[in-house]
């Protein structure tokens, strides 16, 4: 049961992956490539795909290199359902979906307050460049640098990585209706952290969600154009 929910069968894999006609402006190749993501991932709702991968269009015509791939969490989510998703870009295909804590001040069952603030033991929405591997106290994990100032961009500071953990499984969803919490991190199942690290690591980018409307209205990456952002300095990561 678990291996059908969590990973895409390799049938639908193959049949979105198809190539796309080089002569296709820019825009045609993007909206062909959304798309084909939707098909992939039905459950995961298509405002939610879109806006995250606008930002992480933005963010490439910020300056950011471009993401082989992209993961996808949306916070709007209680925790006991599969709410993280990872696309390859380059072939259009989702290759992980799986269960995310969020942080314990952030809300129980849902998330519901969000934090940049060092020792909030909350999560922090927006746009991150997942960014070195490494080995600390919950074994292989991953750094993630946030992109948004003032609401994301503390978090190499507060240690708000991708991490293993025991408390991120279906066991704790059948036990307690949700699964536990972290200190802010977006801890997963230890039966995927090497999957989900390895994925990212190097520069892909991760994109949190939660319909909080005055960062829906002021992000940089949710309401750029090429006019604004252009040449736009963004923080460098650590």
Known sequence: MKSVQRFLPAGLLLAVCWALPVTLPAASLDDQ?????AEAAPKLDKTVLKT???A???????GIEMPERLAVIDFSLPSREERLWIFDLEKGRLLLR??????ENSGSFKSTE?????????SSIGLFKASESYYGKHGYSLRLDGLEPGINDHARERAIVIHGA??????????YGRI?????????DNQVIREVVDNLKGGQ???????????LHSSDFLNCDNKTLAGKNLKKSG
Request: aromatic share 16%; hydrophobic share 35%.
């Open 166 to 175: 025991d408390y991120v499984s279906d066991k704790w969803v059948n036990k």
């Open 33 to 37: 490539l959304l798309n084909r993501l």
């Open 180 to 188: 536990g919490r972290s200190y802010g991190c977006p801890a997963v």
């Open 56 to 62: 992480s269009r933005c963010a490439v015509s910020s």
């Open 205 to 215: 980018l991760v994109f949190k969600y939660y319909p909080d409307q005055q960062w």
């Open 114 to 122: 969000f934090s940049n603030v060092e020792g909030s033991h909350q």
């Open 52 to 54: 995250a991968f606008k």
């Open 98 to 103: 799986d269960l995310v804590a969020h942080g």
